[in-house]
């Protein structure tokens, strides 16, 4: 286990690292401030690792099933914009289905993956909205990209994220969400009230795992 003196919140930069969880393979800490719970460092997997798990997903473009779970997210973020809106589909994965879904609805999306899409030119434009979904669990320092992510979006566009969330420990501990060694991030409602009032974001969760974040 790791000495919890040497732990860093990857959301919030606080010290204050309590003792969440441990399974077999990991073990789990949550920061006092920002209710984040994350997997320390020493537990991650290499780059390599990582890679090669997300290579032996099957996200297929013709998918049925696949369209429909992220329709959780499309309809109610296409339900709110104007027609040919512009937007990035940041970690957009092999299989960028949810940016076809919304050209099909005549918006323009541009794509970003550190694996599969590394274009960082197009992460210096502005977007009238900005989806990242199953993404945010896999990022060790989630400030940084949320600082990104934010300052990309117009006055009063939406960043949509789909992501499950963290309820109490009894319930985490039979959670399969954290089985997936590339999870290393975990959010909770009140985490997501922290990164609001910390970016300035008007906040709403759509369901069990939509969470819309709006610029002012």
Known sequence: MQNPQTL?????????????????????????????????????????????????????????????????????INARLPNHQQGLDFGCGPGPLLAKMFQEAGHSVALYDLYYANTPMVLNAQYDFITCTEVIEHIARPKAVFEQLVAMLKPQAPLAMMTKLVIDPTRFASWHYKNDQTHISFFSRETFEYVAKQFGTKLEFIGNDVIILSKQ
Do not use: T
């Open 8 to 76: 860093q919140c990857g959301l919030c930069e606080s010290e204050s690292l309590e003792h969440y969880h441990r399974d077999k393979f990991r073990d789990y800490w949550q920061c006092q401030h920002c209710k984040l719970v994350s997997v320390a460092p020493c537990d991650r997997l290499s780059p390599q690792e990582e890679k090669a798990i997300y290579d032996s997903h099957e996200n297929d473009l013709h998918d049925m099933g696949y369209r429909r779970f992220l329709s959780r997210v499309f309809e109610p």
